[in-house]
């Protein structure tokens, strides 16, 4: 387990600390930034971190297998992304406010919900057939031959894209693994079939 990273942030984050309307203001021109501004995205995390990390933590007895808590640590991170995102401040003409109060109100039940859809039973690794005529049976020799160049999980993973017609996430609950884990299989297929094609042309 390799949560260390969002430890280390949390030891040097806000702490465990009353929202305050100062803090709030704060954090809400922070989050207002962070829309575009990577650094400062970065920085609100930070200074939430103590207060992330308690949330994640609360996940250890969860039943999550095949994830793990480091997988609900990177979740965290994609569900703080999206609290920015959605989040809205109605002082016009003023200073922004309120992110604070949104984010301590939304994130631990988005961050839940989140990973209670890993929590459905995974269905088993079924690739489909391509169909049998002369057109889809060459298609599926062009396929073939660029899956020897990826390994067992990056052939199935774009078996199932193509022929299933699954998403990543999709097909990463089909084979039992992690989101993360699924997309940077693809961006390995994606990678060699760059390669494949450049070579082809």
């Known amino acids: 387990m390799n949560t260390n990273w969002l430890t280390d942030l949390a030891k040097h984050s806000a702490g465990d600390f009353e929202a305050t309307s100062e803090m709030d203001r704060e954090l809400s021109a922070l989050a207002v930034r962070a829309r575009r501004d990577e650094d400062a995205r970065w920085r609100l995390f930070s200074e939430l971190a103590w207060k992330i990390e308690r949330f994640v933590l609360r996940f ?92 067992p999980q990056e052939s199935t993973l774009l078996r199932l894209r193509v022929y299933n017609g699954l998403t990543v996430p999709h097909a990463a609950r089909t084979m039992g693994l992690a989101r993360r884990t699924a997309y940077r299989r693809w961006n390995r297929v994606l990678e060699v079939g760059r390669d494949y094609l450049g070579k082809a042309g």
Do not use: M
């Not at 994830?67 to 003023?94: A, K, P």
């Open 60 to 151: 250890r007895s969860w039943d999550i297998e095949p994830f793990d808590l480091d997988d609900v640590v990177q979740e965290s991170y994609l569900v703080f992304l999206e609290t920015i995102r959605r989040w809205r401040h109605q002082s016009v003409g003023q200073p922004p406010s309120g992110y604070l109060y949104y984010f301590l109100d939304v994130f631990p039940l988005w961050l839940a919900s989140a990973v209670r859809r890993w929590r459905r039973p995974a269905r088993p690794a079924v690739v489909k057939r391509a169909p049998n005529s002369s057109e889809d049976a060459s298609d599926a020799a062009v396929i073939d031959e660029f899956c020897r160049n990826l390994g």
